[in-house]
């Protein structure tokens, strides 16, 4: 599998020189709340965009690309038919009804089944999306039940514990766009690589943008009645 993997930085397609932005800091719960309304205005229902602000906020603690991966997944989603991202069972492996697995649809599926991972039951996974976001979701379980749980797929193995994570293998297949299989089950390991942290995230300004853009569909539009009642309006209470 190789040695650990400390990964402290977003490694996202490299750009020219020339085309580097400043970025900028933004906290962890702005990172949770953009997110999530992106994933609203995407079609995700209410339940699975909270698991996909949650996640993005996750990775982000450690310094990792949850909002940038994110927001390329959400860019992919077919939500009109989201469904068949949702897993079923074929040959004891869970695979998508259509497509590929929606990590997030995965996760929230796999955290209902901790109990299971502690039992020692190791769920295999087909083709899936961006499996790190899957990771995201796994690694808040192992916070809730005190616990590690590994997620593995391509070169790359992931524990998550109570209060951090531990990187092995190849960083390029850490932030794979689509894994063919991946696995999630329970682990004796208790020593953590990397702490997560509660300071802000730094993100390039296009990429935010981005995302506040899928955002502010969620907010309704402004109306003739709803400009009219803006301020003190016509009463005056003083």
């Given at each position: 599998?190789?040695?650990?993997?400390?990964?402290?930085?977003?490694?996202?397609?490299?750009?020219?020189?020339?085309?580097?932005?400043?970025?900028?800091?933004?906290?962890?719960?702005?990172?949770?709340?953009?997110?999530?309304?992106?994933?609203?205005?995407?079609?995700?229902?209410?339940?699975?965009?909270?698991?996909?602000?949650?996640?993005?906020?996750?990775?982000?603690?450690?310094?990792?690309?949850?909002?940038?991966?994110?927001?390329?997944?959400?860019?992919?989603?077919?939500?009109?038919?989201?469904?068949?991202?949702?897993?079923?069972?074929?040959?004891?492996?869970?695979?998508?009804?259509?497509?590929?697995?929606?990590?997030?649809?995965?996760?929230?599926?796999?955290?209902?089944r901790a109990g299971?991972?502690?039992?020692?039951?190791e769920f295999k996974?087909?083709?899936?999306?961006?499996?790190?976001?899957?990771?995201?979701?796994?690694?808040?379980?192992?916070?809730?039940?005190?616990?590690?749980?590994?997620?593995?797929?391509?070169?790359?193995?992931?524990?998550?514990?109570?209060?951090?994570?531990?990187?092995?293998?190849?960083?390029?297949?850490?932030?794979?766009?689509?894994?063919?299989?991946?696995?999630?089950?329970?682990?004796?390991?208790?020593?953590?690589?990397q702490l997560p942290?509660?300071?802000?995230?730094?993100?390039?300004?296009?990429?935010?943008?981005?995302?506040?853009?899928?955002?502010?569909?969620?907010?309704?539009?402004?109306?003739?009645?709803?400009?009219?009642?803006?301020?003190?309006?016509?009463?005056?209470?003083?």
């Amino acid at each position: 599998m190789g040695a650990d993997l400390y990964v402290p930085g977003r490694a996202l397609p490299k750009r020219n020189a020339g085309d580097s932005q400043v970025k900028q800091k933004y906290t962890l719960a702005e990172v949770e709340s953009y997110v999530r309304k992106a994933s609203q205005a995407t079609g995700l229902g209410w339940g699975l965009s909270e698991e996909a602000g949650k996640a993005a906020r996750w990775l982000a603690a450690f310094d990792l690309p949850g909002p940038e991966i994110s927001l390329a997944h959400l860019q992919r989603l077919d939500c009109k038919d989201y469904k068949k991202y949702f897993p079923v069972t074929i040959d004891t492996r869970w695979q998508a009804q259509g497509d590929y697995l929606c990590p997030i649809v995965s996760g929230a599926a796999l955290a209902d089944r901790a109990g299971q991972m502690l039992a020692g039951t190791e769920f295999k996974l087909g083709e899936i999306a961006y499996p790190l976001l899957l990771v995201a979701t796994i690694g808040q379980a192992a916070r809730y039940h005190k616990t590690t749980f590994t997620t593995s797929w391509a070169n790359i193995r992931v524990n998550c514990y109570e209060n951090g994570i531990r990187i092995e293998g190849s960083r390029d297949d850490l932030l794979l766009a689509r894994a063919n299989s991946a696995s999630c089950r329970h682990s004796t390991d208790l020593v953590p690589q990397q702490l997560p942290s509660t300071l802000a995230y730094s993100i390039e300004p296009s990429i935010w943008s981005a995302i506040d853009a899928l955002a502010f569909k969620t907010y309704a539009p402004a109306t003739a009645e709803s400009r009219a009642g803006a301020g003190a309006g016509l009463t005056d209470n003083d």
